[in-house]
């Protein structure tokens, strides 16, 4: 017990400082995990070394933005990846929100915009609330 108490003293002191695991080393793993599971299907060899590199090189870079203490950088490049990300994640999350609601139908506008209209009323006029265009839809 008092091993481990000293160990994560130690982990914690060397880790002062350092970025730490952030969402993008997270992202990094998953990639590399992914790449790595598809190297199993993989049978060409020269693909599958060529994986293998890529696999290293993102497991390095994950460790590499760990330890590093240059903060400001591996912040922003954090902040970077996440204003790409997290588009695509709630894209995802509404997705399956508008699949699992068997309550309404959703339409989409032109402008991009989804409407919800109430299932079962029959036809209806839709008044888009994001661009205003009218169109009839039936529910
Ligand atoms: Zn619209």
Same mark, same amino acid.
Request: with cysteine; hydrophobic share 45%; proline share 2%.
């Given at each position: 017990? +008092?091993?481990?108490? @000293?160990? !994560?003293? /130690?982990?914690? $002191? %060397?880790?002062?400082?350092?970025?730490?695991?952030?969402?993008? #080393?997270?992202?990094?793993?998953?990639?590399?995990?992914?790449?790595?599971?598809?190297?199993?299907?993989?049978?060409?060899?020269?693909?599958?070394?060529?994986?293998?590199?890529?696999?290293?090189?993102?497991?390095?870079?994950?460790?590499?933005?760990?330890?590093? +203490?240059?903060?400001? @950088?591996? !912040?922003? /490049?954090?902040? $970077? %990846?996440?204003?790409?990300?997290?588009?695509?994640?709630?894209? #995802?999350?509404?997705?399956?929100?508008?699949?699992?609601?068997?309550?309404?139908?959703?339409?989409?506008?032109?402008?991009?915009?989804?409407?919800?209209?109430?299932?079962?009323?029959?036809?209806?006029?839709?008044?888009?609330?994001?661009?205003?265009?009218?169109?009839?839809?039936?529910?």
């Amino acid at each position: 017990m +008092r091993f481990m108490n @000293r160990l !994560r003293d /130690e982990i914690a $002191r %060397f880790m002062y400082g350092r970025n730490g695991v952030d969402q993008l #080393v997270w992202a990094t793993i998953a990639a590399e995990l992914a790449l790595n599971l598809i190297g199993v299907f993989v049978r060409s060899a020269a693909l599958y070394h060529l994986l293998h590199v890529v696999c290293w090189a993102l497991m390095g870079l994950a460790i590499y933005r760990m330890l590093s +203490r240059n903060l400001a @950088r591996r !912040r922003a /490049e954090n902040e $970077r %990846f996440l204003r790409w990300w997290r588009p695509r994640r709630d894209a #995802v999350a509404g997705a399956r929100e508008r699949r699992a609601d068997r309550a309404h139908k959703y339409v989409r506008c032109s402008c991009g915009a989804y409407c919800r209209v109430p299932r079962g009323v029959g036809k209806v006029e839709l008044t888009c609330p994001k661009c205003g265009k009218k169109k009839i839809v039936k529910t």
